[in-house]
């Protein structure tokens, strides 16, 4: 399986990415990517820009066994995870999750997944700056949630729909 | 010696990202907890043994019973919001 994963302060192009995943297999018959925007707006403030801070050793082995929990639930060919730290503003990207199978299903899922836990279980921390100063971000409940329905198996994992 | 790393507004408070102590007399985290407190002053306990605040051991997550020992990374912080 192709494992890509960078954790950098540089943009990234969302082409080449998925060129990259693509070009690793013939089999591969569908490529599922998530695109996590820098929002304007959050929780009532009028958001001028994020500070991402991460565990740098840590982050990558959790991110590192995401990744393989995916591959070993779904039959993907080809995940790449990339995700940006440092100081950012609306509308920038903040992390890139493509995953690449030879049917879309399995592709859908593992996205999900792998998005799933990149909110919960990867050592990442953002800070948010507006016209009201500045603040720490509190893991969201919907966050948690949505990480668990894996864990309850309210979310099926043996999803098999041709392209 | 044991390393201390601080992150995200544990780091910010404690004006700290890392530290290292002597490890003797330090057999688990709590202890690790009580001997910082000690020494750095109590905001660092009020912190450290706030709700909520993980700790990993040599860059796995563990419980406050987790045993340490001499060369250990240990790093305290709020629930991680990446993503």
Known sequence: ?163 | MIRVLLFSRLREELNSSVIEIPACGISNVSCLVEKLEDSQGKAWGCLLKGENILVSVNQILVHDDHYINDGDEVAFFPPVTGG
């Open chain 1, 1 to 163: 399986m192709f494992f890509r994963l960078v954790i950098q302060e540089e943009p990234f192009s969302v082409q080449s990415e998925t060129t990259r995943i693509r070009d690793f297999s013939d089999k591969i018959g569908g490529i599922v990517t998530f695109l996590g925007v820098v929002r304007d707006f959050n929780e009532g403030n009028d958001v001028q820009g994020l500070f991402l801070e991460h565990y740098p050793g840590m982050t990558e082995k959790q991110i590192e066994e995401i990744a393989r929990a995916a591959g070993d639930r779904w039959n993907v060919l080809g995940i790449t995870i990339i995700h940006r730290i440092g100081n950012l503003s609306p509308n920038d990207e903040i992390v890139f999750v493509g995953v690449g199978s030879a049917h879309r299903g399995e592709a859908f899922l593992a996205c999900e997944y792998i998005m799933d836990y990149l909110k919960t279980n990867a050592a990442f921390w953002k800070k948010e700056e507006s016209v009201h100063g500045s603040r720490w971000l509190v893991t969201r409940e919907n966050d948690l949630k949505a990480a668990n329905r894996w864990i309850s198996g309210s979310v099926s994992s043996d999803n098999e729909v041709d392209n």
